[in-house]
């Protein structure tokens, strides 16, 4: 059997490492044809020494530089490509079938839009992708019968409990409601005065998962759950209306479907990004991931609750833009990951990442087109609001 060739986007990342795990088990089936990173040497050399791609691309030209050293010096076949430009040329390669989008934030969209516009299966992880480009995405993937399967929990989740046919539409196929499960994150129990105090590796200590920091900061306001939210709709073509977030703290279900009979179908297992990234490399088939059956004495109790509007702003904030559409959700996630990394940095408090995106988005009229030009200009756009706010607005505010 010809192995498929896979390339990762963002191979030195937390899903990165992940899904090189899962190929690691399954190398009689799979090839690692390209892995990319922002500046990681160290770790992106490893990985070509233990998985031999065919490419490497180092988007950091000086780190690329000590790559290409480094590989040359191994006696390395892997050819080094530097720059940003260089991921689009990875993921239209012809040997590659499967892509892994999994770099963070924006920097993924147009890597990802080619390989959608190259018909390759996609495997999206990089939600700020999809929710900025809206239907650009899933319409290059239409265009070119290319396919794409969620690797977010959540979402693949909701993608294992609709019936095959679901792109029918939700209605057709009986679904009454998504339910969109989501922890609450490190803060859901902290008082309310304390959340301005907190500092990012109080945000990044997730109680479930282990990931990136800028997910991990999104988890902690549930923003992320506000993208995942917008991220649903455009998967499974509905509106908010037909979505509900349910705060589960145990993170053993992954989300469900409640259908209008009164069944609902969840897909529940360990809190580890393996299984759907063995799910969607495999698919239709199964294959192991290399995670541990779900021990439901262990686990005891699930609990359920609604999310607090006053603790999360974010999600009203995400609920909107879900609305609103357009070029709405591509200025939320701008300002959010401005925000994200301002925190990060120490330059603002954890409660001003709501009230920034808040002030981007009500200071940039969202329009209606979703056109490249118009997202990436728009994108540009609230991301200098968003700098703007931080120079502007922050002293006031913080200590
Ligand atoms: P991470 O920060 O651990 O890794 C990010 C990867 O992207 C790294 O390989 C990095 O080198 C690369 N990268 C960063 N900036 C780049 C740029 N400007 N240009 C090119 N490459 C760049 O992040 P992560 O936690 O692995 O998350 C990746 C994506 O997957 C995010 O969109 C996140 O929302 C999504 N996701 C992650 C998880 C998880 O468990 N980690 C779960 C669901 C969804
Ligand atoms: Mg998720």
Redesign the pocket.
Known sequence: MKREGIAI????????LSTLDVLRQHADRYRVVAL?????VERLFEQIREFRPEVAVM?DEAAAERLVDKVRKAGLATRVLAG?AA?GEVAVMEAVDQIMA????A??LLPTLAAAEAGKRILL????ALVMSGSLLLEAVQRSGARLLP???EHNAIFQCLPAHFERGLGQVGVQEILLTGSGGPFRELPLEDLAHVTPDQACAHPN?S?????SVDSATMMNKGLELIEACLLFQTTPDRIRIVVHPQSVIHSMVQYVDGSVLAQLGQPD?RTPIAHALAWPERMSAGVEPLDFYRVGNLEFQAPDPERFPALRLAENAARHGGTAPAILNAANEVAVAAFLEGRIRFTQIAELVEDVVNRIAATSATDLDTILAVDRRARAAARDWITHRSEDRHP
């Open positions: 986007l963002g191979s030195t990342g937390s899903i990165g990319t990173a922002f500046s990681q988007v940003a991921l999994a770099i963070v934030g920097a993924g992880a990089n939600k700020e690797i977010d929990s998962w990931m990136g920091r800028k997910i990004m």
